[in-house]
């Protein structure tokens, strides 16, 4: 009896010794693919310190650039000068809008149209600025122009005062959407009344 016994326990224990061996064994291999994958992404580098170190005052430099950069736009453009010994004068860019404005006079049948073009001194940002906001820029002349009424039309200042109003409106959209407005004057190219 004590032989089989004997077997018996030798066969419950090795179930039992062939698992406490596997799980050993895989708890093993995690141990050293964790290891190893720490020691290849530089986990135990001494050097880390350093490269943080250099890391934050690269980025600090960079904010450093690019908030000088925003001071710069936010000031705005600059005036161009012409290249004349004897006088400072500045140089006129000149912009035609692509599209004449149509707009009814208030309380009329008449319809005014007119092809409207703009002056500055500034460089091409304004121009650009011009032509990127095209659509909320001919929306604020439009309504401008449709404020207008008969009696105003026949004043003799009347294109005058309006291309001043026109200048200011405009001024004031680019300002809101651009932070700098820079047009210098608004001139008709065409203008009618019907």
Wanted: glycine share 4%; proline share 4%.
């Amino acid at each position: 009896m004590s032989d089989e016994q004997l077997e018996d326990e030798e066969k419950a224990k090795s179930p039992i010794l062939k698992i406490i061996l596997i799980v050993v064994g895989i708890l093993l291999l995690i141990g050293i693919t964790v290891g190893g994958t720490l020691f290849a992404s530089g986990f135990f580098d001494a050097d880390k310190d350093v490269d943080a170190e250099e890391a934050i005052a690269a980025l600090e430099a960079e904010a450093a650039v690019q908030a000088a950069a925003a001071e710069a736009a936010a000031a705005g453009p600059e005036k161009v000068k012409q290249d004349s010994p004897e006088l400072t004068r500045f140089e006129q860019s000149y912009f035609q809008l692509p599209k004449p404005l149509v707009a009814n006079v208030a309380n009329s049948r008449k319809v005014m149209q007119g092809t409207v073009a703009i002056m500055t001194h500034y460089d091409e940002r304004v121009v650009a600025n011009v032509e990127k906001h095209d659509f909320p820029l001919r929306f604020a002349m439009l309504a401008v122009m449709r404020r207008v009424t008969e009696p105003e039309i026949s004043e003799p200042d009347f294109q005058t005062n309006l291309a001043a109003t026109l200048k200011m409106e405009m001024n004031a959209v680019l300002e809101s959407l651009e932070d700098f407005g820079g047009i210098e004057a608004v001139y008709f190219t065409e203008f009618v009344v019907q």
